[in-house]
């Protein structure tokens, strides 16, 4: 029984305990995947030109992958590559929300530190199809490192959805007027499936990323096949990568994802969790109508850095535009995350570059306290604002996360207590405030 | 007393007449409402408008209206007008430094001063100066900024609503509005697409401050009911063939950019009475 998987656009499987689709109808391992029903995307625009690369993590039976991509031109040979996995993992690592560290100077001198962590996006998962009749029209066959690929065009929908089920592939209830809608607009399909004894010459086990490159006004990622049979929101990441500037959507708001807030200590060991808390929690606060920024940077730096950023010779894998012949790419990364069902996203994803290079990234602060032992009057100003502090990172996160406030409290382990000799608790006011007068 | 005698002489120089409250300018209402769209996008919706930047649109345009008003040879400094298209501007443009708001602000008002046809501006003045600026990829639009939240969709109908009724216009923004909504639920229609693809996308509030406070422009549409309907439907049209022939964003600001010199053709071919802000003698304003 083959599997549909669509980019962007699933078919998914009709019925079994493992019918996934593309865009993260695909679900690995809760435990290791941030975000179940993920995919990624790496869109990389210059001028007219799109170049598109689309990460997989399908860990079931080869045969059993699919992709169907709707294309808005016909694709050759040298406009699909295979990429390594590691240039989006790269890309996903460099984009990534991060957590920074500042250690409080001790108040009576002065210290600084700083440590960034970062969490990673999930993995995408992707997804495949021969014969004139029934309309359809293979226009090109290929064979690129473990796949095979056809490009397909057809007359009308019925005929291309008999065509693939009579191919084996397992298309949704539904999925017939979405392949029609884009038909009528003369794009054309993109499939892809494992070459099985390619993928065995080749010692390939895992699925490598699939790039498609073209030239085409269109700006756009086709999400609504994806959406047809999906079981639940599914969550995209966008890998925006432009000459120009910030990628936003156009028929989509763009909101930034709250960053720079400061947050209990306790949130270093559960970045993670915290990370997926509070993307729900703004999806929640919007409706579950706006596209996320991540990240909005110029590839040529970071600061700080979750990775470095990427090399000449990455970008120039994913298709990057150069500004010369021999110079760097100059980049613009923007992330964008986004989680949609048919509902809140009832059409495709369309995006402009816009001319803003400001940067942006999701950034969120542990500020650690001064425990060391500390005598002065700045100190004793310390202690007084440390307790407000610690609560006001406790609500801050309640607040990103919706996690319950007294929780956040316990666990974050009430204010701390800075003492003067370093081991005992601080003295109540009325005997600061006697020794300070005893002192004078 | 001087006062006296002098208050003393006006009354004398005016007929008796009942007293009656006079109709407020539209133009207010416009400035109110276009006021209140700014700080709710920034307030509420995060809207990338940097004060500072709107701060300067702002005095760009009135500082240009003066200038025009003293260089036109015009009898009074009005500053409405200007303000209406300083604050849409801010409302609409995106552009990443000053010198873009300084030049979104000085293209909108001096467009109104030199490009003239008849004694009307040829291009509603926001319109041009954004149009302008897209071409340069110097500045954007961010159309999905807006978001479709019904409610502020329908607050901005009601607003809009009750200043295109003061400015009499409303047939522009109905017909506009009417044509539009037809061309995307008829295509949607013929693509098979769920009719939630077309209310999605006309859900958008960049589409209503369009439809009720730009094409609605009582000086730049034609003079006649039948060629403001007729202009209506061209920018439609206009505004569907860029975004789903050209596959470019921002469709309708290029068609209505690109029809807006075909209004001093229409209003040769349908003449009409020419759209005056107040009541009293008409006379050249900008």
């Known amino acids: 029984m083959k599997r549909t998987l669509v980019l962007t656009a699933a078919l998914v499987a009709l019925s079994g305990p493992r019918a996934f689709a593309f865009c993260g109808f695909y679900v690995a391992k809760a435990d290791t995947k941030l975000f179940n029903q993920a995919s990624q995307v790496a869109l990389v625009r210059d001028g007219d030109r799109t170049v598109l690369t689309m990460a997989n993590d399908f860990q079931g039976d080869p045969k059993e992958f699919a992709l169907v991509v709707p294309v808005p031109t016909f694709i050759e040979r040298r406009q699909i590559e295979v990429v390594d996995k590691a240039l989006l993992d790269h890309l996903d690592a460099y984009t990534a929300p991060r957590l920074v560290e500042y250690f409080d100077e001790d108040p009576c001198r002065a210290r600084y530190l700083e440590e960034s962590l970062a969490v990673k996006a999930a993995p995408a998962a992707a997804g495949a199809a021969k014969r004139k009749d029934l309309g359809v029209t293979i226009e090109a066959t290929y064979t690129v490192g473990e796949y095979d690929i056809l490009i397909l065009s057809a007359k009308e929908s019925t005929g291309l959805e008999t065509w693939l089920l009579e191919s084996g592939y397992k298309i949704p209830a539904g999925a017939s007027a979405v392949l029609g809608s884009y038909l009528k607009q003369q794009m054309r399909f993109f499939v892809a499936k494992v070459n099985l004894k390619e993928q065995a010459r080749l010692g390939f086990t895992f699925l490598r990323p699939l790039q498609v490159s073209y030239e085409s006004p269109k700006f756009m990622l086709p999400i609504r096949l994806g959406t047809v049979n999906a079981k639940g929101p599914q969550d995209l990441f966008v890998f925006a990568l432009s000459g120009k500037g910030r990628v936003e959507t156009t028929n989509y708001r763009t909101v930034k994802l709250p960053s720079g807030t400061e947050v209990p200590r306790f949130v270093k060991a559960e970045f993670k969790a915290f990370y997926k808390a509070m993307f729900a929690e703004q999806v929640r606060k919007e409706d579950m109508r706006a596209v996320f920024l991540e990240y909005a940077w110029d590839m040529a730096w970071c600061d700080p850095c979750a990775a470095d950023p990427l090399s000449p010779e990455e970008l120039k894998k994913l298709g990057a535009p150069r500004t010369g012949p021999s110079a760097t790419p100059n980049v613009f990364v923007s992330r964008l995350h986004v989680r949609y069902d048919t509902q809140h996203f009832p059409e495709d994803l369309v995006f402009q570059e816009t001319a803003d290079r400001e940067n942006f990234q999701g950034r969120y602060v542990l500020r650690h306290p001064f425990t060391g032992q500390a005598q002065c009057a700045a100190a004793d100003a310390y202690r007084r604002d440390l307790a407000s502090r610690q609560e006001q990172e406790a609500q801050n996160l309640a607040r990103l996360t919706g996690w319950p406030i007294d929780e956040i409290r316990r666990k974050a382990g009430g204010p701390t207590k800075i003492t003067e000799s370093g081991d005992a608790p601080a003295a109540p006011w009325y005997r600061r405030v006697w020794k300070a007068i005893a002192r004078d | ?286």
């Open chain 2, 1 to 286: 007393m001087a006062a006296t005698a002098a208050t003393t002489d006006l009354l004398a120089a005016a007929p008796p007449r009942p007293w009656k409250p006079a109709p407020l300018d539209p133009r207010l209402y416009q400035i109110g409402a276009l006021a209140g769209l700014l700080a709710f996008g920034l307030l509420r919706l995060d809207l990338e408008v940097r004060p500072g930047y709107a701060a300067l649109i702002l005095v760009t345009v009135l500082a240009a209206q003066y200038g025009g008003t003293r260089l036109g040879g015009l009898p009074v400094f009005d500053p409405r007008s200007a303000l209406i298209s300083g604050l849409s501007l801010c409302l609409l443009l995106r552009t990443p430094s000053p010198l873009g708001a300084v030049a979104a602000g000085l293209l909108a008002v001096g467009s109104k001063f030199v490009l003239r046809v008849r004694g009307k501006h040829v291009f509603n003045p926001t319109n041009f100066a954004i149009v302008v600026l897209l071409a340069t990829g110097e500045a954007w639009v961010s159309p999905g900024q807006w978001g479709s939240a019904a409610f502020f969709g329908f607050l901005l109908a009601c607003l809009g609503g009750l200043v295109v009724n003061r400015a009499a216009r409303a047939d522009v923004t109905a017909a506009f509005l009417a044509t539009y909504a037809g061309i995307l639920l008829g295509r949607s229609a013929w693509l098979g697409e769920p009719v939630a693809i077309p209310l999605h996308r006309l859900q958008n509030g960049a589409l209503l401050i369009f439809a009720f406070f730009m094409i609605s422009d009582p000086r730049t549409t034609p003079d006649s009911r039948a060629g403001r309907i007729l202009f209506a439907a061209l920018v439609a049209l206009g505004g569907a063939y860029v975004q789903f022939r050209l596959f470019r964003t921002n469709g309708l600001l290029w068609s209505l950019a690109a029809c807006s010199p075909l209004v001093p053709v229409l209003d040769r071919v349908l003449p009409g009475a020419r759209h005056r802000w107040t009541a009293g003698p008409p006379r050249r304003s900008a």
